[in-house]
């Protein structure tokens, strides 16, 4: 780690994801490749052209919530209040010892709480007025989640939620370590959190005309690169982690799980939806953040990969890698693990950063699943194929793309 630069310590993760509401479990899933992309079994989604996706289940069973609460808010903020908890005990923080003024809450999603939303719009016009629930107001809201971890554990310092499509809780990660650096909090719980598999949500996913509509068999539909790819599988999850300073961290002799070292973020603006195919911006958000870090392209030992499986998403992707890392892009690991387990919107930034954290301390790269015809645009990389391969990985580069030209780009480093 570069001790000129501002790093900024991970020191707890919660996750809750289609293969794993714990983070062992989730691991040992991810370096197995076992595929959590199954068909949608909530309702009948036979009717939707994508009717599969990565489904959390079994979330009570982890659950500190109360059944009173949770009958006031939509999955994606429980799910975000058992992350939040889960991150909280792994680092090992008793907020009872700390100044709730000076702790902050930076979160990312991309579509809100649909199923709380759409429930409650429906009752509308069933029942009139008297049958919507007081509290539909406030629980479909994209700031929601962080609301509900603010009153829950009566956390009262500068927060913030992003909404920047896929790329949401990346940027609000983003956005967080530079509050931490300004020496404004004492830590903040940042990441993403997004359920998608509502009704009326997975509509909005399939008309957005990015996901794969191959459900036959459902755990081979999502091959970013491939040939064949015909869009992203949608996920449902949150992942969050406690920020820190380093020294904050050793104070508390609590062990540093990795760092934060640079962050870069650009838009493309050519359209409403697709990228631009040059990938010029994306190689300069990858530029920013490397320069952030105080690294050279030559230090990256793993590449996490948005994965749009897109056309105008894997080539400019592909071609803005091969633009920064030039010679060592044949080289460098890189895989999109999002494929074992579905592409989680707005959270799956916050996600894809805790798989390369784990990918840091384990040496070991999860696989890209279903890449069996490699489409020759997206050629020129080392991606990791079918099953994890071990790789001394000390520092790590994580992308993710939102509609519309969004590109944030984050530097990790092993401690």
């Not at 991606?383 to 990985?393: L, P, S």
Request: net charge neutral; aromatic share 6%.
């Amino acid at each position: 780690m570069n001790k000129n630069k501002i790093a900024i310590a991970i020191s707890g993760i919660g996750i809750v994801a289609p293969c794993g509401l714990d983070k062992k479990v989730f691991w040992a899933n991810i370096k197995a490749g076992r595929s959590a992309i199954k068909n949608i079994d909530r309702y009948d989604s036979s009717l939707y052209p994508s009717h599969i996706g990565g489904q959390v289940h079994e979330l009570d069973a982890f659950s500190h919530v109360s059944s009173r609460l949770l009958q006031k808010i939509d999955p994606f903020s429980h799910m975000a209040l058992i992350a939040s908890e889960m991150a909280l005990k792994d680092a090992s923080i008793d907020l009872t010892q700390e100044n709730l003024n000076r702790i902050g809450i930076f979160m990312g999603n991309a579509l809100g709480g649909w199923l709380y939303g759409e429930t409650e719009l429906r009752d509308l016009y069933m029942e009139g007025r008297e049958g919507v629930s007081p509290y539909m107001a406030s629980a479909w809201f994209p700031a929601a989640p962080q609301g509900q971890v603010s009153i829950y554990y009566g956390i009262k310092g500068y927060s913030k939620t992003i909404v920047s499509d896929r790329a949401s809780s990346l940027m609000a990660i983003g956005h967080a370590i530079r509050v931490l650096a300004k020496g404004k909090l004492d830590f903040v719980l940042a990441g993403g959190m997004e359920a998608p598999m509502s009704p009326y949500g997975l509509l909005c996913c399939n008309t957005s005309g990015q996901i794969s509509k191959a459900n036959v068999p459902s755990e081979e539909a999502y091959k970013p690169f491939d040939k064949k790819r015909d869009g992203f599988v949608v996920g449902e999850g949150a992942a969050i982690m406690i920020l820190e300073s380093p020294e904050r961290a050793k104070k508390r002799n609590k062990e540093i799980l990795g760092f934060i070292t640079g962050y870069g973020t650009t838009c493309d603006g050519v359209d409403r939806i697709k990228a631009n195919p040059d990938g010029h911006e994306l190689a300069r958000a990858i530029r920013m953040a490397l320069e952030d870090a105080g690294l050279t392209y030559k230090d990256i030992d793993y590449i996490s990969l948005d994965g749009a499986a897109t056309l105008e998403g894997d080539v400019s992707e592909v071609r803005a890698i091969r633009e920064v890392f030039k010679e060592r892009a044949t080289v460098i690991p890189a895989s999109a693990p999002k494929t074992i387990f579905g592409n989680l919107l707005g959270a799956s930034g916050a996600v894809d950063m805790v798989v390369a954290l784990l990918v840091m301390q384990h040496s070991l790269v999860p696989p890209t699943l279903n890449l069996k015809d490699l489409d020759p645009e997206c050629a020129g990389l080392n991606i990791v194929r079918d099953k994890a391969k071990e790789y001394e990985v000390k520092r790590s580069l994580v992308i993710s793309r939102g509609r519309g030209g969004i590109n944030a780009v984050l530097v990790m480093e092993k401690v």
